[in-house]
C-alpha cells in the first residue's frame, strides 16, 4: 500500500513506452483534439473578424472599396462601454470584493484579507478582469487559466541596530533611543501568490461539446485542450527545471518546421499592437483527462503534446483540489452547448453597413470640395489658362463657362451611421447611463424622470450580465486562490487587513491556511453595487423596527442595527471614511495596567480607555505608585482620569435608566418632534427636486428592492 508521501507526489512521469497501451490512447486522444480544433474553424473566423472589428481594421467583408478607408468604431465604442460598467459594478470603489461563510459562524476576516491582497498583488482589475471583459463579447466565452506563481528577490536595506538593555518594570528587554547602529541588511524575498491568465477562446477547446462545463466535460471522459506558443527559450527552461521530457523536447527544438494548425490565430494578441513576431514558436497542446493510473485508479491528470507523436510529458494534476485550472463560461448560456455565441456576432452587419457608407460618404465630401467646370471648347481654345491658384487670369469667355458640384451625398450617410449605431448599442444592451457623452432627445435636455429611468434600465441589465462573470469566474476564482494558497504558502505573510467590520486598515500576518473549518467564499462586489437602491428601503425598516423593539423583547428577541449601520456607513461613505463615522470600540482594545505603569514611570503620556475596568485599574496604579513613586507625575493624573470616567459612566448609566437619553421630541416616541417617522424617507424641503437620478420610492421596486407599505 502506498504511504501518505507518495501519494502527494504530484512530478512522477507517467508517459509510458511507445508500444504501451496508455501512449496509443494519448495519441488517439491528441488526433481527436486536432480534428476539434478543425471543426470549430467557422468560430475561429467569426473571432478573427470580431477583432478587426474591434481594431478598427478593414477586411474582406467590406463591400464598397473606394478611395477613402475610413473605420467607425462601433463594436469599440460598445464593447469598452460594457467593460468600464461591468468592471466598476464588479469592483466597487470601496476596496472590498469578497464575501465568506464559516461553519463555525465566524467571519474569516484574516481569509477574506488575504484572498483581497492576492487581488490587488496581480492587479485584476485592470490585468485580468479588464481583458477578460473584452474577450467574452468579441468571443462569447470567459476563458480564465489559474495557477501558482513563485519567485525569489534578493533585497538589502539599511537597519539601524538599537542596543537591548534589562527594564525592570517590562517583561522583555528594552531598546536604548539614539545609541544603535547603522547597518545593511540582506533579505531573500519569497514573492509567491496565485497568477492568472487570460486565454482566447481560439486556444481552447473542450470536448464533447455537449457538456455543461469544463467538470462535466471531465466527468463524461472528455478533456480539455489549450495551446501553448513557447519559444526555444521557454522548452529549454521547462527542460532544466525538469517539468518535461528532455529526449521529445530536444526532438522538437530541433525540428525544422512545425506544423501546427490555426496559424492565423497566432497573430492575435501581438498584431494589434503593431509587434512583428520575430523567430520562431513552437505549438504544443496542453491536455487535461482523467486516466487510469496503475494502483491509484483513475486520477485527472495532464499532458504536453508537441505534435508529430512527440510526448513530452504526462503528470498527475498537482494542484490538491483535483481540479482543472481552467475557468471557462459562456458570456450566454445556451443549452446543449458548452460555448456560447459572441454578443457582437448580431451587430457585424450593421458595423460593415456602417463602414461602407462612411466610406461612401467621405468619398462624395472629398469630391463634392471639388468645383466641376464645364466650358465650349470651341469658343475657348485656350483651356491652358483655367489654373485654379490665387489672382489667375482665365482667358476665355464667361459666358460658355459654368461651375457645377458633386452631390453631397455626405449629408444622407451621417443619419444612416447614426442609425445602425444605435440599432447595434440596442443590440448589445448599452444604454445611454454607460456612455461618457449627454444623450438624449435632440436639442432638450434630459429631465429627471427619464434619467431615474435610464439608471433604473442600467442597474438590471448590468446585474444580470456582471452576475454571469461573478458566478462563472470571480467566485470560483477566489476560491481556487484560497485551494492554492494551503497548498503552496507554507509561511507567515503580512498583508494589509479591515477587520472584522472594516473598522481600520492595519498589517497583519496570516498564518497558512488550515483547511479545519468550512469556508465559502462570494464575489461580493457585484452585490453591493446591486444593493445601492435598497439602502433607501433600509433606512424606512429601521425606523419601522425601532417601533417594535418592547415587542421584540417581550418575545425574546433584541434588536441590533449596528451591522446595518456599519455597512451602509461603509458602502455610502467608503470604507476609510466609514470606520470615523462608526467607530469600533473594540478596535482600540485596552491596555494591561502593568503594560501602561511601565509607560508612565518613563515619563509617557497614556489614555483612558472606555472599555477599561476603571477599579482594577486603580488599584494596580496606586500599587504601582507606592512601589516605585511617581517621579513623573503621569501616574496620579492617569489615575484622576479614571476617577472621572467612572463618574461620566454613573451618570450616564442613571440618564439611561431615567429616560433622559431618549431623542428629543416625545422620548423617542414613533412620529414625534426631531425623530424620524416610521418607515420616513429622508427628504428634501418639499419646494425642491430630489438629485438628478434619484429613485422614487414608487420605484423602488423596478430597480430590485422589496415594496415598503406606507403609512397612513
Known amino acids: 500500500m502506498q504511504s501518505e508521501r507518495e501519494l502527494l507526489r504530484r512530478d512522477r512521469e507517467l508517459t509510458p513506452r511507445r508500444d504501451g497501451k496508455l501512449y496509443q490512447k494519448l495519441i488517439k486522444t491528441f488526433g481527436d483534439v486536432q480534428r476539434g480544433y478543425q471543426d470549430q474553424g467557422r468560430r475561429i473566423d467569426n473571432i478573427l473578424d470580431a477583432w478587426d472589428a474591434y481594431n478598427c481594421q478593414l477586411n474582406d467583408n467590406q463591400v464598397y472599396n473606394g478611395d477613402t478607408e475610413y473605420y467607425v468604431p462601433i463594436v469599440y465604442n460598445a464593447v469598452n462601454a460594457r467593460k468600464t460598467r461591468f468592471l466598476n459594478q464588479a469592483f466597487p470603489s470601496s476596496g472590498r470584493y469578497i464575501d465568506a461563510t464559516s461553519s ?10 488575504l484572498i483581497e491582497h492576492y ?27 489559474i495557477d501558482w506563481d513563485r519567485a ?8 539601524y541596530n538599537e542596543p537591548q538593555i534589562e527594564h525592570p518594570l517590562l517583561p522583555g528587554p528594552a531598546a536604548m533611543p539614539g545609541e544603535g547602529v547603522l547597518d545593511i541588511k540582506f533579505e531573500t524575498i519569497d514573492d509567491a501568490g496565485p497568477c492568472f491568465e487570460v486565454l482566447h477562446d481560439a486556444d481552447v477547446n473542450i470536448w464533447p461539446v455537449t457538456a455543461k462545463s469544463v467538470d462535466d466535460a471531465l466527468r463524461q471522459g472528455g478533456h480539455v485542450t489549450i495551446i501553448r506558443r513557447w519559444t526555444k527559450t521557454t522548452i529549454e527552461w521547462l527542460i532544466e527545471t525538469e517539468q518535461v521530457m528532455a529526449g521529445p523536447a530536444r526532438q522538437l527544438i530541433n525540428m525544422s518546421d512545425d506544423k501546427g494548425i490555426l496559424r492565423e490565430a497566432d497573430k492575435l494578441p501581438v498584431d494589434a499592437a503593431g509587434i512583428r513576431q520575430a523567430g520562431r514558436f513552437f505549438q504544443v497542446y496542453e491536455l487535461w483527462q482523467k486516466l487510469e493510473i496503475p494502483g491509484e485508479g483513475e486520477r485527472l491528470c495532464y499532458s504536453l503534446y508537441g505534435g508529430h507523436d512527440l510526448i513530452l510529458t504526462t503528470r498527475r494534476n498537482k ?18 452547448s458548452v460555448k456560447g455565441v459572441a454578443p457582437v456576432d448580431r451587430i457585424m452587419s450593421h458595423q460593415y453597413a456602417a463602414n461602407d457608407t462612411a466610406n461612401q460618404g467621405q468619398d462624395s465630401s472629398l469630391r463634392s470640395m471639388m468645383p466641376i467646370i464645364m466650358t465650349d471648347p470651341a469658343k475657348n481654345p485656350r483651356t491652358s489658362t483655367m489654373v485654379l491658384n490665387l489672382g489667375a487670369v482665365w482667358e476665355i469667355d464667361p459666358n460658355s463657362t459654368r461651375f457645377a458640384e458633386f452631390p453631397k451625398l455626405w449629408q444622407d450617410a451621417i443619419p444612416i451611421i447614426q442609425a445602425h449605431t444605435a440599432l447595434a448599442f440596442q443590440t448589445l444592451g448599452v444604454n445611454p447611463g454607460m456612455l461618457p457623452q449627454q444623450t438624449g432627445r435632440p436639442g432638450a435636455k434630459r429631465n429627471q424622470a427619464e434619467i431615474a429611468l435610464e ?38 505573510i503580512t498583508i494589509r487587513t479591515w477587520g472584522e467590520l472594516g473598522s481600520i486598515a492595519k498589517m497583519e500576518r496570516v498564518p497558512p491556511i488550515q483547511i479545519g473549518t468550512r469556508y465559502y467564499f462570494t464575489w461580493f462586489g457585484v452585490e453591493q453595487a446591486r444593493n445601492a437602491a435598497q439602502m433607501q428601503q433600509q433606512i424606512a425598516w429601521l425606523n419601522v423596527a425601532r417601533t417594535f423593539e418592547p415587542i421584540l423583547k417581550m418575545n425574546g428577541y433584541r434588536l441590533n442595527p449596528a451591522p446595518a449601520l456599519v455597512a451602509s456607513a461603509g458602502n455610502i461613505f467608503g470604507w476609510r471614511m466609514g470606520r470615523l463615522v462608526v467607530q469600533d470600540m473594540r478596535a482600540s482594545a485596552a491596555m494591561d495596567p502593568e503594560l501602561e505603569n511601565a509607560l508612565m514611570m518613563e515619563g509617557h503620556f497614556v489614555a483612558v480607555h472606555p472599555l477599561d475596568e476603571d477599579p482594577k485599574h486603580i488599584q494596580l496604579h496606586l500599587q504601582a505608585k507606592q512601589a516605585a513613586g511617581d517621579p513623573t507625575g503621569q501616574i496620579g493624573d492617569h489615575i484622576n482620569r479614571h476617577i472621572t470616567a467612572m463618574q461620566m459612566k454613573a451618570i450616564a448609566g442613571m440618564q439611561q435608566q431615567q429616560g ?15 425623530a424620524p417617522a416610521p418607515g420616513g424617507q429622508p427628504q428634501n424641503i418639499r419646494t ?15 430597480a430590485g428592492a422589496v415594496s415598503m407599505p406606507r403609512k397612513m
Open 319 to 336: 494542484f490538491w483540489n483535483d481540479r482543472c485550472p481552467l475557468l471557462s463560461s459562456p458570456v450566454e448560456k445556451m443549452a446543449g
Open 119 to 145: 487581488i490587488r498583488r496581480e492587479h485584476m482589475k485592470t490585468r485580468v478582469i479588464s481583458p477578460l471583459l473584452i474577450n467574452g463579447d468579441l468571443e462569447g466565452q470567459y476563458n480564465l487559466y
Open 688 to 702: 425642491l427636486r430630489g438629485p438628478p437620478g434619484m429613485i422614487h420610492q414608487d420605484q423602488l421596486p423596478r
Open 455 to 492: 439608471q433604473t434600465v442600467d442597474l438590471l441589465t448590468t446585474g444580470e450580465a456582471v452576475s454571469v462573470l461573478e458566478e462563472g469566474i470571480l467566485t470560483p476564482a477566489a476560491e481556487r486562490m484560497v485551494e492554492l494558497d494551503h497548498q503552496f504558502r507554507d509561511d507567515d
Open 104 to 113: 463555525d459562524g465566524q467571519l474569516p476576516a484574516e481569509q477574506i484579507a
Open 152 to 159: 525569489e528577490r534578493h533585497v538589502a536595506y539599511r537597519w
Open 660 to 674: 433622559m437619553g431618549a431623542p428629543q421630541g416625545g422620548g423617542g416616541a414613533p412620529g414625534g418632534a426631531g
